[in-house]
């Protein structure tokens, strides 16, 4: 069934296979047609609403065609409760939008009846899609009845009948659970299933979302107390995420409900709403499914904003909020789901316009307890945002004068959560908190002192890792360390790279035929355990005492190669000349007398060729050289260094057997040498014609990609287009307590290493 317009949900009833009863073929025949008088068309609904067929998509159908007619008549472009979540992209249709046809208020009168009595009798009907739509039924009901309440006052009647209808049978569902009528859904003895609706629940609460409107709490015999102990059940404690977040959605309902009149602002200042709002935004801010997290996100915008902007409650009043929501709005900004991430970025800047820095280091004792908690968390996901959100203390509290010393007396007890990240089993958790630790280190040198030879040793083996980017980021870790610790460590690491840069001659011999057959080798690779993303972990299987969700230690890896150790010690070469040539170092650049002999044995060791990975280390090489280079100076790299490596790079490009990663690294690196030290001078040392033709080729590839590049981004930019999401995603469309976010990844966020130096927020 295709639900999205009414003439595609007609369409759809005729091609049904196996057929509807010929009645309904034959009304959504009639109802198709343009030329359909409004006596006839009425007609036709009718009989789709009150057919006597066991079938459920005739009475779909009516619901959605029925509840178009008062959303119209209310001249409402858009629904204003969204039933599929709390972020609706605006899609533009395809097809034409048919002619709107005029209903007298008798007619829409005896609609809004058909409505009311269709809603009582499906509210809890098998299908979930028919309880969708009467969820939007009575939204549109409600809608309708409180602008024409006054013409016919029955309806208001209507309107407060399906209310208590509601009510009464989210109570009866919440009750019964699933099995038991003893049992909460929780403890349900049968099947749990935490991803499709939970029966008639989910679409009870956006029945009661649509029913809500400004003088909510003016409906006649309304318990407010009962439903929001269901509320904070639901929202909180029940098991199906679908439940959760349409709980927290008519909660958010009932704040904007209780901001638009100033006489029930007392419900948000110091009431049971409060506390209800308070203990769901706990525990949803920090959910383990990013559609309740999102859900709660938006929930937490509207109150803030309302407390804040429309009832203008007393700072005082404000801060006592911040020890439970503060940390979790802090943590929110680094969680993996794009949306949650980029919305609570904003989110954090619409509620401290003029930064948080001097409140999260107020309130330090309460955002460190919750980090370390979440350090420990059952999902991968929210332990990697805690690394990431504990290293963003480190540099923005940890290295501010001002307030450094609210973070001292923590520094500890963060130290050893990262730690027991570092012994991760999900291989991103362990990047972030190699990270942290080096910044922690950076930040507070003596405090982390007394673990440097447990960190020593933990830097040190994410450095050989077999994978790419945690290799790269404890390089950077330790490149944190060095300046934090000064010459002897700097001396460590120098013996360090000594002893493991050569570690790739070592590397056995395999011809890429061999290494192809390996990769290609059906019986290895079939019948075997699955693995989680993110680890080496068994998929579902738990780590024992910790009770990990998908993720967990595990027996399984695969060995290390030597040629990863020499791969991690070019990034580790790479971070020390360009950390030791930083203005703010507290070590001097290396000398010549380091650094010649240093890279020598670099070119050297990277003209390996008898193991099919040494064209990743050479693509490793070519991707690291012009950042040393450019920290050496333009002076020193013609006089010494462009000779090491200058062959090599070209024979690299002129290579029929070099892999294609390898010679666009070396094609890219070729032209960034040759823009520091210049293209003549660049061109001047190569020994051969070939050699200078090749270079200028790539000289001309080049500047025709960067042209090509330098159109597509201007593109991007007019239409607003991001990776991430499509523009206007976020929104939140018709929500009043949103503002503008211009889609796309600002550039505060495209650093090295997202969430130590991201400036967006806080």
Same mark, same amino acid.
């Given at each position: 069934?295709?639900? $999205?317009?009414?003439?595609?949900?007609?369409?759809?009833?005729?091609?049904?296979?196996?057929?509807?009863?010929?009645?309904?073929?034959?009304?959504?025949?009639?109802?198709?047609?343009?030329?359909?008088?409004?006596?006839?068309?009425?007609?036709?609904?009718?009989?789709?609403?009150?057919?006597?067929?066991?079938?459920?998509?005739?009475?779909?159908?009516?619901?959605?065609?029925?509840?178009?007619?008062?959303?119209?008549?209310?001249?409402?472009?858009?629904?204003?409760?969204?039933?599929?979540?709390?972020?609706?992209?605006?899609?533009?249709?395809?097809?034409?939008?048919?002619?709107?046809?005029?209903?007298?208020?008798?007619?829409?009168?005896?609609?809004?009846?058909?409505?009311?009595?269709?809603?009582?009798? !499906?509210?809890?009907?098998?299908?979930?899609?028919?309880?969708?739509?009467?969820?939007?039924?009575?939204?549109?009901?409600?809608?309708?009845?409180?602008?024409?309440?006054?013409? !016919?006052?029955?309806?208001?009647?209507?309107?407060?009948?399906?209310?208590?209808?509601?009510?009464?049978?989210?109570?009866?569902?919440?009750?019964?659970?699933?099995?038991?009528?003893?049992?909460?859904?929780?403890?349900?003895?049968?099947?749990?299933?935490?991803?499709?609706?939970?029966?008639?629940?989910?679409?009870?609460?956006?029945?009661?979302?649509?029913?809500?409107?400004?003088?909510?709490?003016?409906?006649?015999?309304?318990?407010?107390?009962?439903?929001?102990?269901?509320?904070?059940?639901?929202?909180?404690?029940?098991? !199906?995420?679908?439940?959760?977040?349409?709980?927290?959605?008519?909660?958010?309902?009932?704040?904007?409900?209780?901001?638009?009149?100033?006489?029930?602002?007392?419900?948000?200042?110091?009431?049971?709403?409060?506390?209800?709002?308070?203990?769901?935004?706990?525990?949803?801010?920090?959910?383990?499914?990013?559609?309740?997290?999102?859900?709660?996100?938006?929930?937490?915008?509207?109150?803030?904003?309302?407390?804040?902007?429309?009832?203008?409650?007393?700072?005082?009043?404000?801060?006592?909020?911040?020890?439970?929501?503060?940390?979790?709005?802090?943590?929110?900004?680094?969680?993996?789901?794009?949306?949650?991430?980029?919305?609570?970025?904003?989110?954090?800047?619409?509620?401290?316009?003029?930064?948080?820095?001097?409140?999260?280091?107020?309130?330090?004792?309460?955002?460190?307890?919750?980090?370390?908690?979440?350090?420990?968390?059952?999902?991968?996901?929210?332990?990697?945002?805690?690394?990431?959100?504990?290293?963003?203390?480190?540099?923005?509290?940890?290295?501010?004068?001002?307030?450094?010393?609210?973070?001292?007396?923590?520094?500890?007890?963060?130290?050893?959560?990262?730690?027991?990240?570092?012994?991760?089993?999900?291989?991103?958790?362990?990047?972030?908190?190699?990270?942290?630790?080096?910044?922690?280190?950076?930040?507070?040198?003596?405090?982390?002192?007394?673990?440097?030879?447990?960190?020593?040793?933990?830097?040190?083996?994410?450095?050989?890792?077999?994978?790419?980017?945690?290799?790269?980021?404890?390089?950077?870790?330790?490149?944190?360390?060095?300046?934090?610790?000064?010459?002897?460590?700097?001396?460590?690491?120098?013996?360090?790279?000594?002893?493991?840069?050569?570690?790739?001659? $070592?590397?056995?011999?395999?011809?890429?035929?061999?290494?192809?057959?390996?990769?290609?080798?059906?019986?290895?690779?079939?019948?075997?355990?699955?693995?989680?993303?993110?680890?080496?972990?068994?998929?579902?299987?738990?780590?024992?005492?910790?009770?990990?969700?998908?993720? $967990?230690?595990?027996?399984?890896?695969?060995?290390?190669?030597?040629?990863?150790?020499?791969?991690?010690?070019?990034?580790?070469?790479?971070?020390?000349?360009?950390?030791?040539?930083?203005?703010? $170092?507290?070590?001097?650049?290396?000398?010549?007398?380091?650094?010649?002999?240093?890279?020598?044995?670099?070119?050297?060791?990277?003209?390996?060729?008898?193991?099919?990975?040494?064209?990743?280390?050479?693509?490793?090489?070519?991707?690291?050289?012009?950042?040393?280079?450019?920290?050496?100076?333009?002076?020193?790299?013609?006089?010494?260094?462009?000779?090491?490596?200058?062959?090599?790079?070209?024979?690299?490009?002129?290579?029929?057997?070099?892999?294609?990663?390898?010679?666009?690294?070396?094609?890219?690196?070729?032209?960034?040498?040759?823009?520091?030290?210049?293209?003549?001078?660049?061109?001047?040392?190569?020994?051969?014609?070939?050699?200078?033709?090749?270079?200028?080729?790539?000289?001309?590839?080049?500047?025709?990609?960067?042209?090509?590049?330098?159109?597509?981004?201007?593109?991007?930019?007019?239409?607003?287009?991001?990776?991430?999401?499509?523009?206007?995603?976020?929104?939140?469309?018709?929500?009043?307590?949103?503002?503008?976010?211009?889609?796309?990844?600002?550039?505060?966020?495209?650093?090295?290493?997202?969430?130590?130096?991201? !400036?967006?927020?806080?």
């Amino acid at each position: 069934m295709d639900f $999205s317009s009414p003439s595609r949900a007609l369409e759809s009833l005729q091609r049904r296979r196996p057929a509807l009863p010929d009645e309904v073929v034959a009304a959504s025949v009639d109802l198709a047609k343009e030329d359909t008088s409004t006596e006839d068309y009425l007609k036709g609904i009718s009989s789709l609403l009150h057919g006597n067929t066991d079938r459920w998509e005739g009475l779909a159908v009516g619901l959605l065609l029925a509840t178009e007619i008062l959303i119209n008549a209310c001249a409402i472009d858009k629904v204003p409760v969204y039933m599929e979540g709390p972020r609706v992209p605006d899609e533009q249709k395809t097809d034409a939008a048919p002619a709107k046809r005029s209903f007298a208020p008798e007619q829409l009168s005896q609609v809004a009846t058909w409505l009311h009595e269709t809603s009582l009798t !499906n509210l809890e009907h098998n299908e979930p899609r028919v309880r969708t739509f009467v969820a939007k039924a009575v939204g549109a009901h409600a809608t309708w009845s409180v602008s024409f309440s006054d013409a !016919n006052p029955k309806h208001s009647t209507e309107r407060s009948a399906v209310h208590s209808q509601i009510v009464k049978s989210i109570q009866e569902h919440i009750k019964l659970g699933r099995d038991s009528a003893e049992k909460y859904s929780k403890s349900s003895t049968g099947a749990l299933d935490d991803t499709t609706g939970w029966r008639a629940l989910e679409t009870n609460w956006q029945c009661l979302i649509a029913s809500l409107g400004s003088d909510y709490y003016h409906v006649e015999g309304l318990e407010l107390g009962s439903i929001l102990q269901d509320l904070e059940y639901s929202a909180v404690t029940h098991v !199906n995420r679908h439940v959760r977040a349409a709980a927290i959605a008519v909660l958010e309902q009932l704040v904007i409900a209780a901001g638009n009149d100033a006489q029930h602002w007392h419900f948000l200042e110091e009431s049971q709403l409060r506390t209800t709002l308070i203990a769901v935004l706990k525990a949803g801010l920090a959910d383990n499914w990013s559609q309740v997290r999102m859900a709660a996100s938006v929930l937490n915008r509207v109150f803030w904003q309302t407390i804040q902007e429309t009832c203008r409650f007393p700072p005082e009043n404000l801060q006592s909020l911040y020890p439970i929501l503060l940390p979790r709005m802090c943590l929110n900004r680094f969680y993996l789901a794009q949306g949650v991430k980029l919305y609570s970025h904003q989110t954090w800047k619409l509620v401290f316009p003029e930064g948080g820095v001097a409140v999260v280091a107020a309130n330090m004792a309460p955002v460190v307890r919750y980090y370390v908690k979440m350090c420990d968390a059952d999902n991968h996901v929210v332990r990697e945002g805690a690394c990431q959100a504990v290293a963003e203390l480190a540099v923005k509290i940890g290295m501010n004068e001002e307030f450094a010393h609210t973070l001292q007396p923590h520094v500890t007890i963060l130290l050893q959560a990262l730690l027991m990240c570092f012994h991760d089993e999900s291989w991103p958790v362990r990047d972030e908190a190699c990270l942290a630790c080096g910044t922690f280190c950076r930040a507070y040198p003596e405090e982390c002192r007394p673990e440097l030879e447990t960190l020593w040793s933990r830097w040190t083996e994410q450095l050989t890792d077999q994978i790419w980017s945690v290799r790269a980021d404890a390089a950077v870790a330790l490149g944190e360390a060095c300046q934090a610790y000064g010459e002897e460590f700097l001396q460590r690491l120098l013996k360090f790279i000594d002893e493991n840069l050569p570690a790739a001659k $070592s590397q056995p011999k395999m011809t890429m035929e061999e290494f192809k057959a390996q990769q290609n080798n059906m019986e290895a690779h079939t019948e075997n355990q699955l693995y989680s993303c993110g680890s080496l972990a068994p998929k579902l299987k738990k780590k024992a005492g910790a009770g990990r969700i998908g993720c $967990s230690n595990c027996d399984v890896n695969r060995p290390k190669q030597p040629w990863e150790a020499t791969d991690g010690c070019l990034y580790l070469v790479r971070e020390l000349i360009d950390t030791c040539s930083q203005p703010d $170092s507290r070590l001097p650049p290396l000398s010549d007398e380091v650094l010649l002999p240093l890279l020598r044995e670099v070119a050297d060791v990277c003209r390996v060729s008898h193991f099919p990975q040494g064209d990743e280390l050479r693509t490793t090489l070519w991707r690291q050289l012009p950042s040393m280079m450019q920290s050496i100076g333009k002076q020193r790299t013609k006089r010494l260094y462009l000779e090491i490596f200058l062959d090599q790079l070209m024979r690299n490009l002129e290579a029929r057997t070099a892999s294609a990663m390898s010679k666009h690294a070396a094609a890219t690196c070729a032209h960034e040498l040759s823009v520091l030290v210049g293209p003549s001078i660049f061109r001047g040392r190569l020994y051969d014609d070939y050699q200078r033709e090749l270079l200028d080729r790539v000289l001309r590839e080049r500047k025709m990609e960067e042209q090509n590049m330098a159109a597509m981004i201007a593109q991007q930019q007019q239409t607003q287009f991001s990776p991430f999401e499509p523009p206007g995603l976020l929104d939140n469309l018709d929500n009043p307590f949103s503002s503008k976010l211009s889609p796309g990844l600002p550039a505060e966020m495209l650093n090295r290493h997202p969430g130590v130096d991201d !400036n967006m927020s806080m």
